[in-house]
């Protein structure tokens, strides 16, 4: 199985790893252990910082420092768990990590800090990218995982979950003291729990937006860009993608992904969401071939009239390159678009693009959709669940999320703390629009089989864009697949591996909230 | 059959045969007839492992449901399902369209380059020059092709410069036009594969001939058409089926360049199987098309490929 | 005689044009994959594709410090030396039973070994991937080897048996009647006489091994086992997308050598590419 760019996590570790991280493996390799005592934890948490971790080219260019922190010292968990407890209690025992095979390397430097601070050692257990879905799910039916820890693609938590294959962890957060609230709800409800338990602490917290190119706008607008207002719904983003496309030959007016599979879907559900469509209804019924996923692939098929012309086979590698290339005057894609563009090394347009709050659809809600990121969980069988809670804290805590997010490496902070930080916004371009709109996120229930869904109705969605069949037709035939999967998951048969009531409050966080403009 | 060996072997062992005891040139006589068994066995052993046991346990699957747990025996499920399931026939499809439109150019190209290769004294050279795409390696040629037309939009580009269309080919969205990027780059890959042979084929026939027709003022062309050309029969046939058998199991290129592309147009049935199997995770379903491969494969090589190899062999 | 002389240099002209345009076919997109190679990313991808970059050799650095391309180099290598090897081991004597002697189901047997040259990959692939997950072989070059040598054993045994039908009996008898055995005239007569064309068969049977894809997608996962055609679809994950540059620099490292190596055996191609079938 391929998990090609978006989905992989290879992005944070080779990145950290070619930057700072390298140096700073070696600092540390050299401080440890003299006569077999852990180093004082202040010194090391002195090493996790701005001037360690964010690559040289990107601190001198944006000018970023340690006086200019990008996060909160007092929500960020490294900095107020207590070491001296986690050391008294758990140092010298062994956590097993599963690890994306080529990530290892760099994932052993970008632990040794969290081995001096809690004296625990992590045994890293290298899986195929590729294969990573299927060999962790061998390794947790054979009853006897070999690993402890993992981080995955979020939308798998259902089929991890469901079957009893992650270890609780609500004690372990209220113990060691996690800020589980300093994470923004469609976060902490849809990546971090599963029927009411705590299963897992969010990662990679992606969001999908709406980005402009900055001098293209300001030739139709007449005037700079307003966020709120330039585009303010759909039916002007297809206007605007009208008069753009062509602008300049190789420019087209909208970047779409539309390839078979989850992209389209991602796609769909990102537009649909703002029409109001919910995926499932109380028992789990599906309804999105109703009019709010209708009217959500009609849009999709006005856009791709204007849209970049490879966007029936675009996933995201495509349309990334696409959009850094300068080939797209607006683009639909994660937040992440918003940021790389910001840097020369990897940008064609530089200075020159804009990241809008999510365009309104009549009749329907503001609902910036949080669609894929990933997870990181404890195996039910693992031997050490509270080092390996630990360790994943770790690996997610606000600091070194917010050093991602400035090392611009795809891997998205989530927390409150970081995303309203000054600092930070003024090195991440979305920051403000994103954090902003993640209290009002759409996103799809956590469910058992949720990755063939993606696929199925996306090679619909996709038959669609390219003409084959209608709009109609295809949400039809998805949702007719849908129900076979879902029936072959186990739902229907009066005991859903799913509570509904559960997972709803997830579904959408911004119900009877005041819009942010 | 008559067995020659022995009775060799036997008469060089006559003459030493009166100071041998009976027994032990018996042994001898049967180890050579059995020598060349021998002498084969381990090549087929090998061959048998690795596409009998497959081939039964692929059989076997086939009639389970299998995801990760324990295997659910379903009978006929699965090949009723493929029977009725619209994205295998569009691989059945797809295999055969792209297959015979690539074959037929690849073949046209290499014997009207051939034709005028043969002769030149500059043979030598072009061959190297025209080897040069069959050795780079399948996934770089994919590559270089979705850079070419998709990505990198350079095939739009070049026909918006020479005036012929005002915007850039929209490929992905067209199921004919993905088809042709993977049909020009199995012919730009493979045809020189075709055009070594041919060229080896005419340099091989008889000289004497050509120079009599030339003398009666037959021109190249009708030369080629009527006396080259049929003698080349054989060669052709050969060439073709094994190009075929390859271009059948396009793989490479679909999964680089098209990934199946729109709706399942270029989705060839190895990627069907490999799309079934590990990325649906539904291998006995999977297992069911490569069954149905299999079966198709045995009756094309009893059929085809026996007359025109065994035959060929004298 | 004046017809023929103009109708020669006619055709003299029409022949060079389309020899011609059908090397530049060839070498064009070869060429512009080279300079591809050499340019910064940011000059890939671009609203009007750039013909003449700028100069650069970042994706020479990247695919040594970013990568592991020693490895996977180090994977194609010996994969596919230890298949040709293999191979060799089995084919030959293989190849010598099926042409130096006559016995029953002798044509079937060489049928068979013929008729897996047709098995498509993905027939097998998903058994093979199986048996290869339960042995623990998956991801070693081992089973790359195993599965290379399988794929190309009936090209070498047909390529070898070839160029063994071309030995005259006579060499063999006058061994014979020497009280020579059959081993030994194999060993020392027959494979030295054949030695062209087992040379061929190792060059052909290391261009399909290198070209193999599907198997090596499926059982290699990590560097351990990344060969070079597989690491190639690689490059193209984490937060970079498509790395066209790198891909551009190793599929030219793993070009040039091949391309030395059929030349020097050009004369053999064609009766190796047909496996006997036609004699070059």
């Not at chain 1, 003299?34 to 260019?61: C, K, T, W």
């Not at chain 2, 596409?51 to 059989?59: D, F």
């Not at chain 2, 979705?146 to 580009?157: H, M």
């Amino acid at each position: 199985m391929t998990f090609s760019g978006k989905l992989s996590r290879r992005s944070f570790m080779k990145s950290t790893a070619a930057t700072g991280m390298s140096t700073l493996g070696a600092g540390f390799a050299s401080q440890v252990w003299a006569d077999g005592h852990l180093p004082d934890p202040q010194s090391v948490l002195d090493q996790i910082s701005i001037a360690g971790y964010v690559r040289e080219d990107y601190r001198n260019l944006y000018s970023m420092s340690d006086d200019k922190p990008f996060w909160d010292n007092s929500k960020d968990w490294i900095r107020t768990v207590d070491w001296e407890a986690v050391r008294s209690e758990l140092a010298g025992s062994t956590v097993r990590f599963a690890i994306g095979a080529a990530d290892t390397e760099s994932a052993a430097e970008g632990l040794e800090p969290f081995k001096q601070l809690s004296g625990i050692e992590v045994e890293l257990v290298p899986i195929p990218d590729d294969s990573f879905y299927d060999k962790a799910l061998a390794e947790f039916i054979s009853g006897n995982a070999s690993f402890d820890a993992l981080q995955f693609f979020s939308p798998w938590l259902g089929d991890f979950a469901a079957p009893g294959f992650l270890y609780p962890l609500d004690e372990y957060a209220e113990k060691w003291g996690l800020p589980l609230d300093d994470f923004y709800d469609t976060y902490r409800l849809n990546y971090g729990f599963f029927n009411g338990t705590m299963y897992g602490i969010p990662f990679d917290c992606d969001i999908q937006m709406v980005h402009v190119r900055k001098a293209y706008m300001e030739q139709i607008l007449g005037g700079e860009v307003d966020r709120v207002n330039s585009v303010p719904s759909y039916d002007e983003l297809i206007r605007v993608s009208k008069e753009l496309n062509k602008v300049e030959p190789g420019v087209s007016g909208v970047g779409l992904m539309a390839a078979p599979g989850f992209w389209s879907t991602y796609t769909w559900e990102h537009i649909s969401a703002q029409a109001g469509m919910m995926l499932f209804d109380e028992s789990w019924e599906p309804i999105f071939n109703g009019d709010a996923g209708m009217k959500g692939l009609e849009i999709i098929l006005e856009l791709a009239k204007n849209a970049n012309e490879g966007h029936a086979g675009a996933g995201w590698p495509e349309n990334r390159a696409a959009w850094l290339g300068g080939q797209v005057a607006t683009n639909i894609s994660w937040q992440d678009s918003g940021t790389q563009a910001m840097r020369p090394d990897q940008s064609q347009i530089v200075d020159d693009f804009v990241t809008i709050y999510e365009p309104r659809i009549e009749g329907g809600r503001f609902a910036p959709p949080n669609i894929a990121g990933s997870t990181s969980c404890v195996s039910a069988s693992a031997q050490n669940p509270e080092g390996a809670f630990l360790m994943l804290g770790f690996l997610t805590t606000a600091s070194i999320m917010a050093m991602n997010e400035a090392n611009a490496n795809g891997v998205a902070p989530g927390y409150r703390s970081v995303l309203e930080n000054e600092n930070l916004q003024a090195v991440s371009q979305p920051a403000k629009v994103w954090g902003d709109s993640l209290d009002h996120a759409w996103c799809s229930p956590r469910l058992p089989g949720a990755f063939p869904i993606e696929q199925a109705i996306g090679n619909e969605i996709n038959r669609a864009v390219v003409g084959q069949i209608t709009a109609k037709e295809a949400l039809d035939n998805a949702a007719a697949a849908v129900k076979r999967i879902m029936t072959d998951n186990g739902f229907y048969a009066g005991n859903d591996p799913v509570d509904y009531a559960a997972a709803a409050p997830g579904l959408y966080v911004g119900e009877g909230k005041d819009l942010p403009f | 059959m008559s067995d020659t060996t022995p009775s060799r072997a036997g008469a060089a062992s006559v003459a030493s045969a009166r100071v041998r005891p009976v027994r032990l040139r018996r042994r001898s006589r049967r180890l050579k007839v059995w020598f060349p068994y021998l002498l084969v066995a381990p090549a087929v052993i090998y061959l048998l492992l690795i596409t009998l046991y497959p081939g039964i346990y692929a059989i076997i699957q086939s009639f389970y449901a299998v995801k990760f747990g324990p295997w659910r025996p379903v009978g006929f499920d699965n090949y009723i399902q493929l029977w009725g399931d619209y994205q295998f026939w569009a691989a059945m499809r797809n295999t055969l369209i792209i297959g015979s439109i690539s074959l037929i150019l690849q073949c046209f190209f290499a014997l009207l380059l051939a034709f005028y290769a043969y002769r030149d004294p500059w043979v030598q050279g072009w061959r190297i020059i025209f080897l040069v795409p069959m050795l780079f390696m399948p996934s770089a040629v994919a590559f270089i092709y979705k850079l070419a037309f998709l990505d990198g939009r350079v095939f739009s580009d070049i026909l918006i410069r020479l005036g012929l269309i005002d915007y850039n080919l929209a490929i992905q969205s067209s199921t004919w036009m993905s088809r042709m990027v993977l049909i020009i780059a199995d012919v730009w890959q493979w045809t020189p594969f075709l055009f070594i042979i041919f060229v080896a084929a005419l340099q091989g026939q008889d000289e004497e001939v050509e120079e009599a027709a030339r003398l009666d003022g037959a021109s190249w062309w009708s030369i080629f058409w009527n006396i080259s050309l049929p003698l080349m029969k054989p060669v052709i046939a050969v060439a073709l089926i094994l190009r075929a058998i390859d271009i059948t199991t396009m793989f490479a290129n679909v999964f680089i360049i098209t990934k199946g592309g729109p709706a399942f147009g270029t989705e060839t049935i190895s990627y069907f199987i490999y799309r079934t199997g590990f990325k649906s995770f539904n291998f006995g379903y999977a297992s069911a098309a490569s069954v149905i491969m299999l079966i198709l494969t045995i009756i094309i090589a009893q059929v085809v490929v026996k007359r025109a190899f065994v035959s060929s062999r004298s | 005689m004046a017809s023929v002389r103009k109708s020669r240099s006619e055709s003299l002209f029409i022949r060079y044009l389309i020899l011609g345009a059908w090397a530049l076919f060839c070498l064009a997109p070869v060429l512009w994959f080279l300079s591809v190679g050499l340019r910064p990313r940011v000059e890939i991808i671009t609203p009007r594709p750039i013909y003449w970059p700028t100069f650069s050799l970042d994706a020479w650095h990247m695919i040594w410090e970013d990568w592991p391309m020693a490895k996977y180099l180090r994977n194609s290598v010996l994969a596919i030396l230890g298949s040709v090897l293999i191979d060799l081991v089995l084919a030959i004597p293989a190849a010598y039973s099926l042409s130096r002697y006559t016995y029953r189901g002798r044509d079937d047997i060489g049928f068979y070994i013929l008729s897996t040259r047709m098995m498509a990959p993905a027939i097998v692939a998903i058994p093979i991937f199986f048996l290869f997950r339960n042995m623990g072989l998956l991801d070693t070059i081992w089973a790359l080897m195993i599965i290379y040598a399988a794929v190309n054993l009936s090209i070498v045994t047909w390529i070898i048996r070839s160029y063994m039908l071309d030995i005259p009996k006579e060499l063999e008898d006058a061994a014979r009647t020497d009280g020579a055995s059959d081993m030994r005239i194999l060993w020392e007569i027959i494979i030295p006489a054949v030695l062209p064309g087992i040379i061929t068969a190792a060059v052909i049977a290391m261009i399909f091994a290198i070209n193999e894809f599907l198997f090596t997608l499926l059982i290699a996962s990590t560097p351990d086992a990344y060969t070079m055609s597989v690491a190639l679809a690689n490059f193209t994950g984490g937060s970079d997308g498509v790395i066209y540059n790198a891909i551009a620099l190793v599929a030219f490292l793993a070009f040039v050598p091949v391309f030395l190596v059929v030349v020097a055996i050009q004369k053999h191609l064609s009766r190796g590419l047909t496996m006997g079938a036609v004699k070059g």
